[in-house]
T-cell receptor, first 113, second 117 residues
Framework: QQQVKQSPQSLIVQKGGISIINCAYE??????FPWYQQFPGKGPALLIA?????SEKKEGRFTISFNKSAKQFSLHIMDSQPGDSATYFC????????????FGSGTQLTVLP | SAVISQKPSRDICQRGTSLTIQCQVD?????MFWYRQQPGQSLTLIAT?????????ESGFVIDKFPISRPNLTFSTLTVSNMSPEDSSIYLC??????????????FGPGTRLTVL
């Protein structure tokens, strides 16, 4: 099963709040989990990525939490800002494969000023 | 990180015609991919562009409709052939496996917005 399920479809957060986006996968062969941020009219930009040998990775205001046993991972955006308003995609791939990414369905985040 | 450019950035085409999209990476990459993204939707992989050999297509995509070339490690083209309005979409090129980053990091171009009338 190659699917990656992402939720919620849309999210509205007040400025300064925490945005949380969740993803779940079935294929236990997945071992690389990136998050992409996409602004309207632009290509997706790599935000942060994690491998399953760690449970958490933090870069600035962005944190990935990874639960290998539950086959779930999530993106937390602390102190959310209006400039974070974008569509966020989780993805997964298999190291040693053709580096093909399987994308989640996307979450449209709106941060209110 | 690499910079990936695409040409054209957008185009409006007539039904039955073909359009070739160019993708240029500013450094050599092992892998290049082509995706399609409907507005407001997720990305769907069309094919992996293999240097010096035929592209590898995903289920639902065929070479006659989407011929791909990759003459070297920095350049690829995707042709959308015999277009119909259903081909209206955003086409994205990506690259990974560059010496400057993790093998799995994949970077995307800005996309080509295609409208077929």
């Amino acid at each position: 099963q190659q699917q990656v399920k992402q939720s919620p479809q849309s999210l509205i957060v007040q400025k300064g709040g925490i945005s949380i986006i969740n993803c779940a996968y079935e294929n236990t062969a997945f071992d690389y989990f990136p998050w992409y941020q996409q602004f309207p009219g632009k290509g997706p930009a790599l935000l942060i990525a994690i491998r399953p040998d760690v449970s958490e990775k933090k870069e600035g205001r962005f944190t990935i939490s990874f639960n290998k046993s539950a086959k779930q991972f999530s993106l937390h955006i602390m102190d959310s800002q209006p400039g974070d308003s974008a569509t966020y995609f989780c993805a997964a791939s298999i190291l040693g494969s053709a580096r093909q990414l399987t994308f989640g369905s996307g979450t449209q985040l709106t941060v209110l000023p | 990180s690499a910079v990936i450019s695409q040409k054209p950035s957008r185009d409006i085409c007539q039904r039955g015609t073909s359009l070739t999209i160019q993708c240029q990476v500013d450094s050599q990459v092992t892998m290049m991919f082509w995706y399609r993204q409907q507005p407001g939707q997720s990305l769907t992989l069309i094919a992996t562009a293999n240097q010096g050999s035929e592209a590898t297509y995903e289920s639902g995509f065929v070479i006659d409709k989407f011929p791909i070339s990759r003459p070297n490690l920095t350049f690829s083209t995707l042709t959308v052939s015999n277009m119909s309005p259903e081909d209206s979409s955003i086409y994205l090129c990506s690259g990974s496996g560059a010496i400057w980053g993790s093998y799995n990091e994949q970077f995307f171009g800005p996309g080509t917005r295609l409208t077929v009338l």
